[in-house]
């Protein structure tokens, strides 16, 4: 058994993609002969003040130097230069996606951490990215060769396939949104695409953590209640994985109006449903969602988000079309056991060139 520090910043309890992500792959590594052991970081990061650098460097120290670490990206990408330098052991970078691409930073704070992940990623002695784009990102952004990258796409758990009806008055068209209230998840973007579609039957639920960006989830709540659709629209914060498969399974078309993602797996849920999907080309998003399967349009642009609606809430044909096609790729999407398979095998290579 090779033992492994996987390390990752915060509550890895938090329903989050990449803690999900982080919780699923820790577990099943074992399966594969590698021990995964948490090691926990402060949870400042990644904007860590000086004391919280420190502790970290306290942390890593303590770890045997043979033993190869995993770093969550959240962590690793806000590493100070001489901190990722000064790391004994081999390094695994998880890149779930880039900082410097998170939505709502200044000009400066994009240039600071582009800086900090490309002086990082250059000590890792592999990198690992949940999705094909995001390779490439790495590669073109940072510089690292991508014969050093692996994709390791998340897993999705099959679902129970959600029926198509016809929607009426009395029983409303059931949107279904899923994520954090964060900015770049835009759902600002969604209130306002659906404001003019009132002459249409449908409802919005929105399923996502309301806690980590209070200023975003005020400014949400305050734009529903100012909106003419506002009482067809409810937020029902972080839920269970019981109580989110339910939705899924009951619910007649899935959106996504996300900036950016660096894979996206709501989607993938949703595709594991067979639900009609509208979607943005966020990042990853455009890849992850089958042409067929979703109708797309471009990151912010409200009319077109608005008129993908329009297509999909009153066409029971169009969303019958996009269902077959949802479910068929649903049912080839990876497993957590085949995500944790291939970051096993790194963790193997990574290990026999300690030797």
Do not use: C
């Not at 014969?147 to 029926?163: F, K, M, Q, Y």
């Not at 067979?274 to 067929?292: F, Y």
């Amino acid at each position: 058994m090779i033992e492994l520090g996987f390390v990752i910043p915060g509550d890895i309890m938090l329903r989050t993609g990449g803690y999900i992500y982080d919780r699923h792959v820790m577990t099943t590594l074992p399966n594969f002969g590698i021990a995964a052991r948490h090691v926990a970081l402060p949870g400042s990061f990644p904007f860590p003040p000086e004391a919280d650098l420190a502790e970290t460097a306290r942390i890593l120290a303590r770890i045997d130097a043979d033993t190869p670490l995993l770093i969550d990206g959240l962590a690793f990408g806000a590493f100070p230069a001489a901190l990722a330098a000064g790391i004994q052991q081999p390094i695994i970078a998880l890149v779930h996606h880039p900082l410097f691409l998170e939505t709502g930073l200044e000009a400066a704070q994009q240039r600071h951490f582009h800086a900090l992940e490309k002086a990082a990623l250059a000590h890792a002695r592999a990198v690992i990215t949940t999705s094909a784009t995001t390779a490439r990102t790495v590669t073109e952004e940072f510089g690292i060769p991508a014969n050093r990258i692996t994709v390791a796409e998340p897993g999705t758990e099959r679902g129970e396939r959600a029926l198509p009806r016809v929607a009426t008055p009395d029983k409303p068209l059931q949107l279904l949104a899923v994520g954090s209230i964060v900015p770049r998840k835009a759902y600002r973007n969604l209130i306002a695409a659906l404001d003019g579609l009132a002459d249409l039957p449908w409802t919005l639920t929105i399923a996502g953590d309301d806690t980590r960006h209070p200023d975003e989830t005020t400014a949400l709540k305050a734009q529903i209640a100012a909106s003419p659709a506002g009482a067809r629209i409810r937020l029902l914060g972080a839920l269970s994985n019981a109580a989110l498969a339910e939705l899924y399974a009951t619910s007649d078309a899935f959106v996504m109006s996300s900036l950016y993602e660096g894979y996206g797996m709501v989607l993938g849920e949703a595709l594991a449903h067979g639900l009609p999907i509208v979607a943005t080309r966020a990042g990853a998003a455009a890849e992850t969602v089958p042409d067929g399967a979703a109708l797309k349009v471009e990151p912010g642009d409200v009319t077109a988000l608005n008129a993908a609606l329009r297509r999909v809430i009153a066409d029971a044909d169009l969303r019958r079309q996009l269902a077959d096609q949802s479910w068929s790729a649903g049912q080839r999407l990876p497993q957590w056991r085949d995500t944790a398979r291939r970051i096993a095998d790194v963790v193997e290579r990574v290990a026999r060139e300690e030797q």
